[in-house]
């Protein structure tokens, strides 16, 4: 069955320092890989989407992330965090390719970010 | 551009009894989805409707039940809810037939089961 999986609960960095939150997924074929945030209080708010082509992928508020086959990964990047990017943050991946709208969901990653 | 509504935003209800979550979803869009997610939890889908009807479901009982109205909107119905049923309900809606159309989510609603 497919699975997404971060290993990270939390992690902390402070204001300006570089970050870099982990998923691995399980997926028979090519997945569709996804990365979405959520506030405190608030839905969510995709971040960056893979479907093909280039493995590196820009989203949205300076985040990239990086599709590795071989490792099963799609790790989410910031080269300088801000206050503001203190959330949760999910990695997901559509297990049919014909309707991404079912998602599988990790259990999240919480940020906090230090000034 | 009016996003994804969704309404109450709180609702409080006694172990055995039926709630119903309201969805309007995002301008354009045709379809919803709802998903549950428990404390400390990732989302996890329930269900999918486009034309009004079910096109999708997750893992989850009959007791889950949806309905899509002519306008688009969703309710999501809960009977004999249990304790575990507690969570924030999240709708998203997208267009139809566009994989590449991503998912918009809504604030949610919470529920709380005492």
């Known amino acids: 069955a497919q699975s997404v999986t971060q290993p990270d609960i939390h992690i902390t960095v402070s204001e300006g320092a570089s970050l870099e939150l982990r998923c691995n997924y399980s997926?028979?074929?090519?997945?569709?890989l996804f990365w979405y945030v959520q506030s405190p209080g608030q839905g969510l708010q995709l971040l960056l989407k893979y479907f093909s082509g280039d493995t590196l992928v820009q989203g949205i508020k300076g985040f990239e992330a990086e599709f590795k086959r071989s490792q099963s990964s799609f790790n989410l990047r910031k080269p300088s965090v801000h206050w503001s990017d203190a959330a949760e943050y999910f990695c997901a991946v559509a297990p049919y390719l014909y309707n991404t709208d079912k998602l599988i969901f990790g259990t999240g990653t919480r940020l906090q970010v230090f000034p | 551009d009016a996003g994804v509504t969704q309404s109450p935003t709180h609702l409080i209800k006694t172990r055995g009894q039926q709630v119903t979550l309201r969805c309007s979803p995002k301008s354009g869009h045709d379809t919803v989805s709802w998903y549950q997610q428990a404390l400390g939890q990732g989302p996890q889908f329930i269900f999918q409707?486009?034309?009004?009807?079910?096109?999708q479901r997750g893992n989850f009982p009959d007791r889950f039940s949806g309905h899509q109205f002519p306008n688009y909107s969703s309710e999501l119905n809960v009977n004999a809810l249990l304790l575990g049923d507690s969570a924030l309900y999240l709708c998203a809606s997208s267009l139809w037939g566009t994989a590449n159309s991503p998912l918009h989510f809504g604030n949610g609603t919470r529920l709380t089961v005492t």
């Open positions: 409707y486009y034309e009004e009807e079910e096109r």
């Open positions: 997926y028979g074929a090519t997945p569709y």
